[in-house]
């Protein structure tokens, strides 16, 4: 069974511009999860989606960050402008409540660098 | 305020011994207590989950127990091995499935 894949592995960019990360879950898996991972500390839940319905974005900065998951397979973050406290490891998972429920399996992550 | 802690940020052993790891959280009510691993440049890896009602589960030289009244998880590694040498995350749902929230991570080094 193939993997979460994420996409591009690695991305620098100045602050003020924008950037997109590509994520596919594992097939079959309704629910799927960013999470932005800062150096040293956990990964922190931006957005959930259950299918293509979001269900949770309450710690996603909505006025920069955007996400969607149109058709409820492959999903895209973006941040629009970037800053310099941005700069992370932004991790895609997904889940399937068909097997056990709630474990999450990881993609290896998109790291950002804003300059 | 609600909050996640592990219990150091690093800890070293030496080979053969048990390593224990522990998680606390405040103001939170999980159904649900998960363990996963990080290796350098790599996503977290799943290991274990314990629900609400389940006091110990087992998998392998893996132990994790789960203590409602204390708000306390510990991560058992027995028989420790270098290859054990990783970043050991807690993660608990707040929402039955819901609100995911991770420990910052202790990172384990298991010396020969």
């Known amino acids: 069974e193939a993997g979460v894949a994420q996409s591009p592995r690695y991305k620098i960019i100045e602050k003020r511009q924008s950037v997109a990360f590509w994520c596919n879950p594992i097939?079959?898996?309704?629910?799927l999860y960013w999470y932005q991972q800062i150096l040293g500390q956990g990964p922190k839940l931006l957005i959930q989606?259950?299918?293509?319905?979001?269900?949770?974005d309450s710690q996603l900065p909505k006025d920069r960050f955007s996400a969607e998951r149109l058709k409820g397979v492959d999903s895209t973050l973006k941040i629009q402008p970037a800053k310099l406290e941005d700069s992370a490891v932004y991790l895609c998972a997904s889940s399937s409540p068909g097997t056990s429920p709630y474990e999450q399996y990881f993609g290896p992550g998109t790291r950002l660098t804003v300059t | 305020s609600q909050k996640i802690e592990q219990n150091s940020e690093a800890l070293n052993i030496q080979e053969g011994k048990t390593a224990t790891l522990t998680c606390n959280y405040t103001?939170?009510?999980?159904?649900?207590l998960q363990w996963y691993r990080q290796d350098p440049g790599r996503g977290p890896v799943f290991l274990l989950l314990i629900r609400e009602n389940e006091k110990e589960k087992r998998k392998e030289r893996l132990k994790v127990t789960f203590d409602t009244t204390l708000k306390q998880s510990l991560f058992h590694i027995t028989a420790s091995q270098p290859a054990d040498s990783a970043t050991y995350l807690c993660a608990l749902d707040d929402n039955y499935g819901q609100n995911f929230v991770f420990g910052p991570g202790t990172r384990l080094s298991v010396l020969p």
């Open positions: 097939s079959g898996h309704a629910t």
């Open positions: 103001n939170y009510s999980p159904a649900y």
């Open positions: 989606f259950q299918n293509n319905g979001v269900v949770d």
